[in-house]
């Protein structure tokens, strides 16, 4: 919980949604904290014409028509779950690309909202050492929430296999690389545009028609951006952050701030990157890595280890791992308890506000209050009202349907 000198001399979570960013002191950036540099989002209006049609745009698929509001989905990525979890859309859901590990990666975070969840009951499992083009015929599904672009990379997929596909069961609408702003195969790059997850939410929104669903959860977004903005430390006070994933003895590093909406969760924190300056990280070089004394040369005040929350690691083997190693425990990350589970680049809407708030409370405690300790099998942790960097209970009333 925060600090009785936080509490005096920072800008509490009620004070900042109640004067909109304007508070007078506490070094409050007035008016625009909200705004600047925040994942921004589009209209989530839609043009229906007389026949009850209407037509939504994305790149790369382009302008999608619908007839109605698809009642059977399919999506690949746990970001597009999440979407429709949020949308109150979850039960159009037929299948996933990995429905035991996403349905459980995600219902960690789910836990947060009382009355929130996503079955992974019935869900096909998309990816078998490649994706079955029969399958999505017999899914039969009114929308694949899947970019066709990042299809066509896979082994027996062609960009016609993904026209027949849009042709003769049912379009396309996902955009895969705007998640680290990397380049799609060939045949796809000329146009391809970047978006931030709160604009890609936003279009999935007007697919399903829900405009006012999205607008609350954008304005929860936006107070939440704003108020972990304005309550920063100056950046000389601020830590360095290694972001790792550790496996085969070695230490996988990300870059914090890089572009995309992999970073949604950790580039608004601004704070010191420990791989800012190396040409060795993931981002980069899919096989950079440093080995224990690589890592303590660099010595982050903070790491953060990617995706730990979800079933891709084994959290407690890991920590036990590092925290043994004669090398790995003079990390001072490791010797300040310091070292952190943390979430995932596959984030969608109400991922990514749980994952700014863990975020802020693992780098500056001080700030916005201390983050418990992580052990496998648990849920995310059931802070109390005045613990919350955002109104935990209103997001669950937007996503029941209860605004």
């Known amino acids: 919980m925060a600090t009785e000198t936080t509490k005096r001399e920072g800008t509490t979570r009620r004070e900042y949604v109640k004067y909109g960013g304007a508070v007078i002191g506490g070094g409050l950036i007035a008016g625009c904290a909200g705004k600047s540099g925040s994942e921004s989002a589009p209209d989530s209006s839609t043009a229906t014409t007389d026949d009850g049609s209407y037509s939504v745009s994305m790149s790369p698929v382009g302008e999608v028509t619908f007839d109605e509001v698809p009642t059977n989905v399919m999506a690949y990525s746990p970001q597009y779950a999440d979407m429709l979890v949020a949308l109150g859309h979850d039960d159009a859901l037929n299948s996933l690309g990995f429905p035991e590990d996403y349905v459980s990666g995600l219902g960690y975070f789910l836990d947060a909202f009382d009355g929130v969840s996503l079955s992974g009951e019935g869900l096909e499992q998309l990816y078998n050492d490649g994706m079955d083009k029969e399958l999505l015929y017999e899914l039969d599904s009114d929308v694949h929430l899947l970019d066709p672009a990042w299809v066509t990379s896979w082994d027996g997929w062609s960009k016609e296999d993904t026209e027949e596909i849009a042709e003769n069961v049912g379009p396309w609408f996902a955009n895969r690389y705007s998640r680290e702003h990397t380049q799609p195969p060939e045949g796809w790059r000329d146009g391809y545009r970047y978006y931030t997850i709160w604009e890609i939410t936003g279009k999935v929104a007007q697919v399903f028609r829900e405009p006012d669903r999205f607008r609350a959860l954008k304005e929860e977004y936006e107070n939440l951006y704003g108020y972990i903005r304005s309550n920063l430390p100056p950046k000389n006070e601020r830590p360095t952050v290694g972001l790792v994933a550790f496996y085969d003895g070695q230490f996988h590093p990300y870059k914090i701030s890089g572009p995309g909406f992999g970073k949604a969760h950790t580039r608004p924190m601004g704070a010191r990157d420990a791989f800012a300056d190396s040409d060795r990280t993931y981002d980069e070089n899919y096989d950079a890595s440093y080995d224990f004394e690589g890592m303590l040369e660099i010595d982050p005040d903070i790491i953060l280890h990617n995706f730990a ?95």
């Open 309 to 403: 929350v979800t079933p891709f690691y084994d959290w407690d083997d890991i920590e036990e791992t590092v925290r043994s190693d004669p090398v790995g425990k003079e990390l001072t990350a490791v010797k300040n308890d310091r070292f952190y589970a943390s979430g995932q680049s596959f984030q969608g809407p109400l991922q990514n506000l749980l994952q700014l708030e863990m975020t802020a409370k693992q780098l500056y405690p001080e700030q916005f209050g201390e983050w418990p300790r992580f052990e496998e099998g648990q849920s995310y942790p059931d802070f109390s009202e005045e613990e919350q960097l955002f109104d935990h209970q209103r997001v669950a009333d937007v996503v029941n349907g209860d605004f």
